[in-house]
């Protein structure tokens, strides 16, 4: 039997399409998601006109109509906090932030309504969501379409938070939001839309709160997620060559955090190097040093070191933007200072 | 005058009379110093709740603010879960998590007072966006004050509501003061509700005072939103006896303006009203008022025995699946 690959793009379109097949509660909104709402021509065939702006909602609107596939103005907090009150009310839908940069603009309906309506109103709430959104640098987008942030978002309680790095991780994680009854943000690296990758086509989860050990290794843990789990798998490939042994460890979610798996493979090779593109400060990063220091400390043989973008925004020159991402260089550079 | 049957006039009394004996209580309560926190009294404002809520089942929804006392009890929260929560006892509403400004109860449709001045508008659209995909009739009628008209979230959500059709009534309860800034100050238009034309739905203003008035206008436009014709706006005007929250001098108002309510107390006038046209008798008035008097009394009672949250209930209901020991970290 041959086996099946999807781009990323894909894997994500068709989570959706499955979940959306299986549970008519779930409903799909936000700006362009099909686009192209009541044009004549595309409503007399069905079509969208976009499928979200980099397609990934793509015929969505087609197979589940215009009734539960909802482009909406661009009113951020009056479609997030819509998909809020819906998912209160009996609905799981999926809302489409678009780039996480927006968050500014509508971060009331997640954080102080979304995320904390549950514990407000003493458990007597569920808010079945998932807020999709895009992340990362280095499309020349600039400042305000090229964060991360995702740190933002798992140091809020109430919230969980998803970053995939593979097809296969993408499709069994969205579909685990999906169906999860608190809150989601999963957040698509842009650069990964592209990536083809083996995804089974029937659906399957992939659990919340458990990471993946992408690559085993006895000497250093490199902690990661999104993106930045192919720079460290090639920084990897790059060390393997001087006797240097990487673990990769796949966070896939920052929120609920999979602490075991990180502090077993600490306890297995004493050093530990964090690969995270957000920015530095109260980071992901910053906590997963924590979590190791505080608990792990006598198995460390070196301090943590942490590989992350400069605490600056994301510059646009393609020059400064290529220096602010982390590189394979700034990884394998890093490993070495701790196994010199 | 709309018709109203015996019973729904009596329980229109019942719940006006509830919602100002219980913010009288609570004004003493704070006053003495046994309540924590902010408290944001409704008082004055009870023919607004009541004249809504009386077209309304629990299928029906409600968004509210962070002056939700009477929008709950009009709603049919049960008050003394309700004095609980105030006095952050285990028996609250909310287990005592929650707080004057998160009082909600999903199964009567209440999606809770809320402590962001405008947040309602959103919440309020997804609740109705869930009666349209579910093909059901329920409305949902997002309360806001003349303050909350000024924030993007509240014209965001008229706009989203008119372009879907939402069955969602905007009910803008103009207290004439946002916190202490005079509407006429912070609202560009003289009258609210003419902000229902940018947003193509019908707008109107109304007595907040006159439950009838309410009650008559609301209906027409919670029928449309039921028949699937999509929001409406209504404006209405009334008082707020107290000030904005529990210890506001209300320095901004002068004498004669406060003593100036009283001519319009919503209560006297449905008084008044029903018992000039012999609707009611004074004594069924008054028996509501002995049964109102004990209800408050018991719910004191209610409070006060009841115990605090043991310690551990600070880290539940924070997810439905999480581990514990990273809530704990």
């Known amino acids: 039997m041959t086996r099946r690959t999807l781009t990323f793009r894909e894997a994500i379109n068709e989570a959706i399409r499955l979940e959306m097949r299986r549970d008519p509660t779930v409903i799909l909104m936000g700006e362009d998601v099909a686009g192209g709402a009541t044009v004549p021509h595309l409503e007399a065939t069905g079509e969208d006109a976009w499928g979200g702006p980099m ?286 | ?85 105030l006095y952050a006892k285990a028996t609250g509403s909310c287990k005592g998590r929650g707080g004057s400004m998160h009082i909600a109860d999903i199964d009567k449709g209440m999606l809770g007072a809320n402590g962001i001045v405008g947040a309602g508008g959103p919440l309020a659209c997804g609740s109705a966006l869930t009666s349209k995909v579910l093909g059901a009739d329920h409305v949902t009628i997002c309360f806001f004050g003349d303050g909350a008209s000024e924030q993007g979230t509240i014209h965001e959500s008229m706009n989203l509501a008119a372009i879907w059709k939402l069955p969602v009534v905007f009910v803008c309860e103009n207290n004439l003061y946002a916190e202490s800034t005079p509407s006429s100050y912070h609202c560009a238009v003289g009258e609210i509700c003419a902000r229902a034309a940018g947003y193509d739905m019908p707008g109107s203003a109304i007595d907040g005072t006159d439950v009838f008035a309410v009650y008559e206008a609301s209906g027409e436009a919670i029928e449309r939103a039921r028949r699937g014709e999509g929001p409406s706006l209504i404006e209405a005007r009334a008082f707020r006896y107290y000030g904005h929250f529990m210890g506001d001098p209300q320095v901004y108002k002068t004498e004669n303006e406060i003593q100036s309510y009283k001519a319009r107390d919503p209560i006297t006038r449905f008084r008044e009203r029903v018992m000039e046209r012999h609707l009611i008798s004074e004594s069924d008035l008054r028996k509501i008022d002995d049964r109102v008097n004990e209800a408050i009394k018991g719910a004191v009672r209610f409070a006060e025995e009841s115990p605090y949250p043991a310690l551990n209930e600070c880290l539940e209901d924070v997810y439905v699946s999480y581990p514990r020991e990273e809530v704990e970290r």
């Not at chain 1, 906590?287 to 070196?302: C, G, H, K, M, Q």
């Not at chain 2, 004055?44 to 939700?68: C, N, Q, Y």
Request: hydrophobic share 45%.
């Open chain 2, 1 to 85: 005058m709309t018709e109203m049957s015996k019973e729904k006039l009596l329980w229109v009394y019942e719940r006006m009379r509830l919602i100002r004996a219980f913010e009288d209580q609570v004004a003493d309560l704070f006053n003495q110093g046994t309540m924590p926190g902010f408290a944001h009294l409704y008082a004055g404002e009870e023919a607004i709740a009541v004249g809504v809520m009386a077209h309304l089942t629990d299928r029906d929804r409600i968004t509210s603010t962070h002056r939700g006392h009477g929008h709950c009890i009009a709603k049919g929260v049960d008050v003394n879960g309700m004095m609980a929560e």
């Open chain 1, 55 to 340: 397609g990934v909602t793509k015929g969505l609107v087609k197979e589940f109509g215009r009734k539960r596939v909802l482009d909406t103005p661009i009113s951020e907090s009056a479609f997030i906090g819509a998909a809020v009150g819906a998912a209160a009310t009996g609905l799981r839908p999926i809302a489409d932030m678009m780039f996480v940069d927006f968050f500014g603009v509508c971060m009331d309906q997640i954080y102080n309504q979304g995320a904390k309506m549950r514990y407000m109103f003493g458990g007597k709430a569920q808010v079945p969501m998932v807020i999709l959104s895009m992340i990362g640098a280095g499309l020349r987008a600039a400042a305000q379409h090229s964060g991360c942030h995702y740190s933002v978002f798992a140091h809020m309680p109430g919230l969980k938070t998803v970053v995939p790095s593979t097809p296969y991780d993408a499709k069994g994680l969205l579909i685990s939001a999906i169906r999860d009854p608190d809150p989601v943000i999963f957040f698509e690296h842009k650069f990964l839309f592209g990536l083809n990758g083996e995804v089974p086509e029937e659906d399957y989860t992939v659990p919340l709160g458990v990471a993946d050990i992408k690559r085993p290794g006895k000497d250093v843990t490199v902690v990661t997620m999104g993106r930045m789990v192919h720079i460290a798998l090639e920084a990897a490939e790059k060390l393997s060559k001087d006797g240097v042994d990487l673990e990769v460890i796949d966070l896939r979610t920052l929120s609920p955090l999979d602490s075991k798996t990180v502090l077993e493979s600490v306890k297995k090779t004493h050093r530990l190097v964090v690969v995270d593109e957000d920015n530095p400060r109260c980071s992901v990063a910053c906590d997963i040093i924590a979590l190791v220091s505080t608990r792990a400390f006598d198995d460390l043989d070196a301090p943590p070191r942490m590989v992350t973008a400069p605490h600056t925004p994301v510059p646009f020159s393609p020059p400064l933007e290529d220096y602010y991402i982390p590189s394979v260089e700034k990884v394998v550079s890093t490993v070495k200072s701790l196994v010199g």
